[in-house]
């Protein structure tokens, strides 16, 4: 990819919370981008960020962070950014980002709120970057020159999403998907789940989840008009979807089991699915773009993996693990996929979300 010819400038809304320090983590050794400010709620604004934060990384605060003041979600507190990336929680995630849009800003979210939004793209980069065409269109909408507000998905959608469009890309259509989730406490962000809920124990709900699994999976794998204004929303190749979603006591990463049954008959053999998995090649990578990693989907043969302890941290968390692939007796293939639920499912893509965005001029 050719490397812009200035720095960008950043700014992370939410940069206390679980999300935003991942953020930090991939931000302050990028090749281009650079953090000039750290927003986050009142609680925490005027502290220095080591005295704001609750620091749960395996990894020490990158130390060009550690002394910078903490601002407010205010507006007027993100200085001179061009990029907002935002790990707010819900509650708040939705009048702050839009605030920002309307300021210009380019707003990369990690929140559900503007998912659903006819004008926003849900992008998981590894998936549908072509979604960004719809950019131009939501600032003319809204009579903007360079704001715009651009939507990761929820992190278990984002685990599957991406095996499921190279599955789609090599054999075609995808008539049926059953998946069952094992999803981390640090998908709930901090303090989330409390330990009496979650030691000794799996909690078999999880508020929306199951609903977003299945809707967010048809908008990223539909497509867009030809006049690049509206989503298609998967209906040309209706997909049924059912999930279940528990969470379990592992601190990161998401691991799904999975079900497929294809449109087309006979249905690929579990050694075409793996070498299909092996072989996909995301745009994100073709570009070059500096967080994408080398492999979108490794497939394990151990028979025990992937596992999260021993498999999240693969590619620095950027890719997805699928393991067990085999014939289902019910459907047509059944595997396991392992995805690190805040690198890939939430800051990893929309960095790389950022990176597709400033190769491809959008901003
Ligand atoms: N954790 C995960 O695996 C994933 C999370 N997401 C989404 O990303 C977002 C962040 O999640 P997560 O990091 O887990 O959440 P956390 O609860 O860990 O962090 C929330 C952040 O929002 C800030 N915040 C809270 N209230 C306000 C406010 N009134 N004004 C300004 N900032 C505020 C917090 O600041 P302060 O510290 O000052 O309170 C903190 O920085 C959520 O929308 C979540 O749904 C998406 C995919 C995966
Ligand atoms: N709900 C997910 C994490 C998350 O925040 O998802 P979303 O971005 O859709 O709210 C989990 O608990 O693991």
Sequence with gaps: MSQPAREVKV??????????????????????????????????????????????????????VLDMTVKTCEVDQFGDAEIVFSGLDSDVAGDVEEGLRKAEYAVFSNAGNFRRDPLVPLVVPLVNPSHFGIIPHQKETLGLNKGFIITNANCSTTGIVIPLHALEKAFGPLETVMVTTMQAISGAGYPGVSSLDILDNVVPYIAKEEEKIEWELGKILGGLSDDLKEFDYHSKHPMKVSAACNRVPVVDGHLECMSIRFARRPPPSPQQVKDALRAYYSEAQKLGCPSAPEQAVYVHEEADRPQPRLDRHFQNGAGVNVGRVRECKVLDIRMVVLSHNTNIGAATSSVMNAEYAVAKGIV
Excluded: D, M
Aim: proline content about 9%.
């Design 11 to 64: 700014a992370i809304a939410g940069a206390t919370g679980t999300v935003g320090q991942r953020f930090i983590c991939l931000l302050a050794s990028h090749p281009y981008f650079r953090i000039v400010s750290l927003n986050a709620s009142p609680r925490s604004a005027g502290k220095s960020y080591r005295e704001a934060v609750k620091w749960k990384q395996p990894v020490p605060i990158p130390k060009q």
